[in-house]
């Protein structure tokens, strides 16, 4: 059975941190991107930060870049999303993504995570 099981969010004060993991089952994530995603209510679902399969490769989105550091070990099996300096917007629902194109796409996604930033 194929699996993405996201972790670590949580309730955290503005400027707190937190690190979300994203541990996979049934396949192995050394041939995907690794992608980080979040929801908030009545909004689009929006792409936070990817890594390539190699790692050499890394993007975030305009609104965390500085703040929030994706990885991956590929040992674990496991991706990660280093949060720092969390904001209120940073309020949402985030999905662990695995994609790859080889003929076809491979697209698996997590349950989500609940990250709420709140005094």
């Known amino acids: 059975q194929v699996q993405l099981v996201e972790s670590g969010g949580g309730l955290v004060h503005p400027g707190g941190s937190l690190r979300l993991s994203c541990a996979a089952s049934g396949f192995t994530i050394s041939t995907y991107y690794m992608n980080w995603y979040r929801q908030a209510p009545g909004k689009e679902r929006e792409l936070v930060a990817d890594?390539?399969?190699?790692?050499?490769?890394?993007n975030y989105a305009d609104s965390v870049k500085g703040r929030f550091i994706i990885s991956r070990d590929d040992d674990k099996n496991t991706a990660y999303l280093q949060m720092n300096s969390l904001k209120p917007e940073d309020t949402a629902v985030y999905y662990c993504n695995a994609w790859k194109f080889d003929s076809v796409v491979y697209d698996y996604w997590g349950q989500g995570t609940q990250v709420t930033v709140s005094a």
């Open positions: 890594i390539s399969v190699a790692g050499d490769d890394i």
